[in-house]
């Protein structure tokens, strides 16, 4: 497998300094794109790849594991991938998109962990309560979190995989429905909505959302018309029978549209031994550690 021409830490390497000029890194950030820039590389040193019949080396160099590295975390993906897969039921999904408003964004900037858990929790709970009531059923459900857009614009919404059925609500039975209706938009979206302002809320009393879009104090005023603003809009929430299969669709939206980066290779962009001939093929190849140093990421 040839290296491809451009690796993201080169990219990374080449337009850091002209983005740290520009925007304002959290720290979280700047960890992770100095992980990413020396991935790989010979700052966190290296090992060897060595054929025992001919000698000839080749080397690679150690990887950052920062969990926002997609050449990293490619393993792992392709782990949770075939997990959530094996736990996917054979039967018909559909595939629904929860949205926060632009109001939220400066928030989730700000309280990523408790903007999002309320996100999860929200959808999670207007899904389960009108599948409930309306249909009678427990549904089953697989989320998956985006914060951007294939554009790299700030646009946090979830992707559900949602079971076309589930389990009578006095647990006798499975109840199956029909694959081209399940729950309406509107009373959805309306659920939706009030979970998210109440958990919203409920931060606030928290104490939690202390600050602004331009990082001031957010005031009782302040608060005020954010709520106002959010609760005289529509909600975008949709839901449509999964294309394909249930695992396409998980598999699509996990690797192709948040990372595809190296996403055919658990081990990003190393390659396997590039020589021709019968010897060096992998199955001769054994792997000795030469680590030439182990910095930290600070």
Same mark, same amino acid.
Not at 28 to 42: E, G, H, M, N, P
Not at 200 to 221: F, H, N, Q, V, Y
Not at 247 to 270: A, C, D, M, W
């Given at each position: ?23 304002? @890194?959290? %720290? ?45 975390? %490619? ?5 949770? /991938? ?31 962990? &408790? ?5 999860? =929790?929200?959808?999670? $709970? ?14 089953? *459900?697989?989320?998956? #979190? ?20 589930? #389990?009578? *609500? ?15 938009? &509107?009373? @959805? ?20 959302? @202390? /600050? ?11 608060? $005020? ?30 690797? =192709? ?42």
């Amino acid at each position: 497998m040839d290296r491809p021409r451009f690796d993201i830490a080169d990219i990374v390497r080449l337009n850091l300094p002209g983005l740290k000029a520009s925007q304002r @890194l959290t %720290s979280v950030q700047a960890r992770a794109l100095k992980a990413i820039s020396i991935c790989r590389t010979a700052v966190l040193g290296g090992h060897a790849n060595v054929c025992p019949d001919c000698g000839l080396e080749d080397l690679s160099y150690n990887s950052c594991r920062n969990r926002n590295c997609p050449k990293c975390q %490619s393993l792992a993906q392709e782990r949770w /991938l075939a997990t959530r897969s094996r736990a996917l039921l054979s039967i018909p999904h559909f595939h629904g998109v929860f949205t926060l408003p632009e109001e939220f964004r400066p928030l989730a900037r700000q309280h990523p962990r &408790e903007i999002y858990n309320a996100l999860f =929790q929200s959808a999670t $709970a207007a899904l389960l309560e009108l599948a409930q009531s309306r249909l009678g059923i427990s549904l089953g *459900l697989t989320l998956v #979190l985006h914060t951007w857009t294939r554009e790299l614009l700030f646009h946090p919404h979830v992707h559900v995989l949602i079971s076309a059925g589930g #389990l009578t *609500l006095d647990g006798t039975g499975f109840k199956q429905v029909a694959e081209t209706f399940l729950l309406p938009l &509107e009373p @959805l979206a309306e659920l939706f909505k009030k979970k998210m302002m109440d958990a919203l809320r409920e931060m606030r009393s928290d104490g939690l959302l @202390l /600050l602004t879009d331009g990082l001031r104090p957010m005031t009782d005023a302040n608060f $005020a018309f954010l709520v106002a603003t959010l609760a005289n809009q529509d909600w975008n929430v949709y839901l449509k029978p999964a294309f394909r299969s249930p695992k396409f669709v998980l598999e699509y939206y996990v690797v =192709q549209h948040i990372t595809p980066t190296s996403r055919n290779s658990p081990f990003g962009s190393t390659a396997g031994p590039r020589v021709a001939g019968d010897c060096c093929s992998d199955a001769c190849w054994s792997k000795l550690w030469q680590r030439h140093r182990s910095p930290r990421l600070m």
